[in-house]
């Protein structure tokens, strides 16, 4: 019954080939893909009960034991993110049925958002070092594709510098893991931390982490974000709305894992460097956030503030801080994909992408002014919404930790999202409108349901936080606790 643990993966690859074939069926594209999300959410809801009830699930391919065939391994914290990726790839997928146009549809566009989850959902599930790479490359070949639709002048300039950064990034995750092989022999990730217990985390161990380091650095926006605002900026709105949910996730996801299973060991020279860059990071993004007036620009800079802000969470590196970094990131998942639907669709009424050229949105649209200031508190963590118990925790964690300068500037970054926030609130919502009775588009419904489902999600995470819990414990027990991971993978 494990088999039903590579179908997260398998059924995005091969829907994504079938839809080539059905290049000229748009309708029969739209609810064929959104109905593998749908699958998808109830295999990883299936998932994650079977893990509370029976612990960490492992498949090997071709009945080929630890370390030496390929595995996928599932643990709270990889499901819990298939999950979330899954419920929020079908309602992005809602608003590009009224968005995309359907001359870009017919160019494979939904073959490729499958091919991206595939790539995002096996990285998180791969207990494999190279088919993490693999993974990636799959991930980030659907998005240099989907980055460049529409074709305008402004998404090629931006394109260009995205694959270069990301061409470079997985130049170095394969020098990285050549030497880690080379050192270790092996690429079983469970073999490795074993075999890094075992010796020691020895100097050359250390630098070939910091390597590592540099990678999902450059993959997540930590601290190496340049490639970042215009990347997410320049995409078609639900393009954009996955890019900033998904991308920069699987990197710290990535992240979390290699410095909980494998790089533990030296945590005053590793974690303390994590701890910098994330510093720096949301210093970064928040300057950032209030210093451009372009909607696109101020939601990508949030993006960076929370990869600083989740990591923080790691750097401080206990199970409170886990879990609240676990937290946010599921809440920072849905809220960033409503965000960059907000903003693309505010750029579609109004025709302006500046926000000292928005007024007045609110009497237009009443019900979307209000998506929006609750988007705002809950980004801000004001309780009760889904942002709030993820920045208690990291901060607890922090507090606990003595970690005081992290602190600070975590919770200061959250006073720079509110503001960055409240400034598109209030230029572009309050005040007099701008928008005529006569020349006032009207709000498609295929704009507004994924805005209200996303809203949803926002309050229910939030309110449901108690709900979650079990989940979110154990997955920040297996993190902090690698040998739980390891005999998972070893025994029967």
Not at 296 to 319: C, D, P
Not at 344 to 363: F, K
Request: charged share 10%; proline share 3%; aromatic share 14%.
């Amino acid at each position: 019954m494990n088999n039903i643990l590579v179908l997260p993966m398998v059924i995005p690859v091969m829907v994504g080939i079938i839809l080539i074939f059905l290049r000229p069926y748009i309708k029969a594209q739209r609810w064929i893909s959104f109905s593998v999300m749908i699958v998808n959410s109830g295999i990883a809801v299936y998932l994650l009960d079977r893990i509370v009830t029976e612990g960490i699930i492992r498949l090997d391919f071709g009945g080929w034991k630890p370390p030496f065939g390929i595995l996928f391994v599932a643990d709270s914290f990889s499901v819990i993110l298939v999950l979330t990726t899954s419920i929020v790839t079908a309602i992005c997928l809602l608003y590009a049925f009224s968005s995309v146009g359907k001359e870009h549809e017919k160019m494979y566009f939904y073959s490729f958002v499958n091919f991206l989850i595939a790539g995002v959902n096996g990285s998180f599930l791969t207990g494999d070092l190279f088919n993490l790479y693999v993974c990636f490359e799959i991930m980030l070949l659907a998005s240099y594709v989907l980055v460049a639709f529409g074709g305008k002048k402004g998404q090629l300039r931006e394109s260009i510098k995205y694959v270069v950064i990301n061409v470079i990034s997985s130049w170095i995750f394969l020098i990285a893991i050549a030497y880690l092989y080379g050192t270790v022999g092996t690429l079983n990730m469970a073999h490795i931390s074993e075999r890094i217990a075992e010796s020691g985390q020895t100097p050359l161990l250390t630098v070939i982490s910091i390597v590592f380091l540099t990678v999902f650095a450059l993959k997540s926006g930590l601290l190496l974000y340049y490639w970042l605002p215009g990347a997410y900026s320049v995409p078609s709105t639900a393009v954009a709305a996955l890019f900033g949910a998904l991308l920069t996730k699987v990197g710290i996801y990535a992240m979390i894992r290699i410095f909980t299973l494998l790089f533990y060991h030296e945590q005053g020279i590793t974690h303390t460097l994590i701890g910098v860059l994330a510093g720096l990071t949301l210093i970064g993004g928040s300057i950032g956030a209030i210093a451009y007036k372009d909607i696109r620009q101020i939601i990508a800079y949030n993006v960076v503030i929370a990869v600083g802000f989740i990591l923080v969470g790691l750097a401080v590196g206990t199970t409170t801080a886990i879990e609240g970094s676990i937290y946010y990131l599921i809440h920072d998942m849905i809220v960033k994909a409503l965000l960059f639907l907000l903003a693309g669709t505010m750029i579609a009424v109004t025709g302006e992408t500046r926000i000292d050229n928005m007024s007045g949105l609110i009497r237009n649209y009443p019900l979307f002014g209000w998506i929006f200031f609750i988007v705002m508190l809950s980004l801000a963590g004001i309780p009760p919404l889904s942002g709030f118990i993820g920045k208690v925790l990291v901060g607890q964690g922090a507090v606990e930790a003595g970690s005081y300068i992290l602190f600070a500037l975590a919770f200061i970054s959250s006073i720079f999202v509110l503001y960055s926030l409240l400034r598109i609130f209030l230029n572009s919502f309050w005040g007099e409108t701008i928008i005529s009775k006569e020349d006032k588009i009207p709000m498609k419904r295929g704009w507004i349901v994924p805005c209200i489902l996303l809203t949803i999600g926002t309050i229910g995470l939030g309110f449901g936080a108690e709900l979650l819990a079990v989940y979110v414990k154990d997955a920040a027990n297996t993190l902090m606790n690698p040998q739980i991971y390891i005999d998972a993978v070893f025994n029967e």
